[in-house]
């Protein structure tokens, strides 16, 4: 791809915007001005400016369709700016932020170091990501060949329609409707091993989507196995209130939660307490949404 070699010496605010151009037209399958504009909080004539000055740059990168007022990615697309790997992408698109900011040593804005644990990476490859992404954000069908731990036939294609990404903190899974067995459920992005999206419509939308739409409490209490003064460190560290950690969470999301947290969740209370420190307290009302985290 031919890319303009004024590419050197552009200044650094610039290069955050068109850091965004660049992946949000790669991963959503079209940027606009007034996506520019909104995310910098800048005009619509800067935003023009900016993705102007982008296609000068990199001119065979993005192609102005009239039908959506906005640049799509061509077929010789490659990114220039930002690293559009999953691994840099995913924590920023959840963090909301418009571009990937420096993580070296050196450019710490605080001072501060910080270290997250080396967990295995369980991620798909960009091309995939950006059409699972695209169909959520564009509101498409989807085909996508997946590997799952069932007896399914992993070659066969499924139609889904996605609606949200989801990051468990072990993994990423996206939320959709399946269209083979009529309902909504999760699919973890790194067992998708091809996706192409459709141009076809979505019939569902999330407001369908019972178990993600609603809300439940959940109520957990330091398991009883730990001693007394075990007990109320916990109450203190989960800032508790009567004796009871109590927060909101989705139906859809509570097996995750109680995995993450390692709470007991057998009936008995039988797990090692020094590994399983929290007990839930509400179980009649939580486990018909979350059956496959209860022992």
Same mark, same amino acid.
């Given at each position: 791809m031919a890319v303009d070699q004024s590419v050197n010496g552009i200044k650094r605010a610039t290069q955050q915007r068109l850091q965004y151009i660049e992946l949000m037209a790669y991963? !959503?399958?079209? @940027?606009?001005?007034?996506? @520019?504009?909104?995310?910098?909080?800048?005009?619509?004539?800067?935003? !023009?400016?900016?993705?102007?000055?982008? %296609?000068?740059?990199?001119?065979? &990168?993005? $192609?102005?369709?009239? &039908? *959506? +007022?906005? +640049? @799509? /990615? %061509?077929?010789?697309? =490659?990114?220039?700016? !930002?690293?559009? =790997? /999953?691994?840099?992408?995913? /924590?920023?698109?959840?963090? &909301?932020? #418009?571009? $990937?900011?420096?993580? @070296? =040593?050196?450019?710490? $804005?605080?001072? *501060?170091?910080? =270290?997250?644990?080396?967990? #295995?990476?369980?991620? #798909?490859?960009?091309?995939?990501?950006?059409?699972?992404?695209?169909? $959520?954000?564009?509101k498409t069908k989807l085909s996508v060949v997946y590997s799952s731990l069932s007896d399914r036939d992993s070659s066969e294609a499924r139609i889904i329609e996605p609606h949200s990404l989801v990051n468990t903190g072990l993994r990423w899974h996206v939320r959709a409707y399946s269209e083979d067995t009529y309902d909504f459920r999760d699919f973890v992005l790194s067992r998708v091993q091809h996706a192409q999206q459709y141009s076809d419509r979505a019939e569902s939308n999330p407001e369908y989507d019972d178990d993600w739409m609603e809300v439940i409490k959940l109520q957990l209490s330091p398991h009883p196995n730990l001693s007394e003064e075990k007990r109320q460190i916990l109450m203190t560290d989960y800032a508790a209130a009567n004796d009871v950690i109590e927060f909101t969470v989705r139906r859809a999301l509570l097996g995750y939660v109680l995995q993450r947290l390692s709470v007991d969740t057998t009936a008995d209370a039988s797990l090692n307490p020094n590994a399983y420190q929290l007990i839930v307290m509400n179980r009649d009302e939580i486990e018909p949404f979350a059956g496959w985290a209860f022992l």
């Open positions: 991963y !959503t399958g079209v @940027v606009t001005r007034s996506d @520019v504009a909104r995310a910098f909080g800048i005009s619509d004539a800067a935003a !023009t400016k900016d993705l102007k000055f982008y %296609s000068q740059i990199a001119p065979d &990168n993005l $192609i102005y369709k009239h &039908n *959506v +007022f906005g +640049f @799509v /990615p %061509s077929n010789q697309f =490659e990114e220039i700016f !930002t690293d559009l =790997e /999953p691994q840099q992408v995913l /924590p920023m698109m959840a963090a &909301n932020l #418009p571009f $990937i900011g420096e993580t @070296v =040593e050196q450019n710490l $804005i605080y001072g *501060v170091p910080t =270290e997250q644990l080396p967990l #295995p990476q369980r991620l #798909p490859g960009k091309d995939v990501l950006a059409q699972v992404i695209r169909a $959520i954000k564009q």
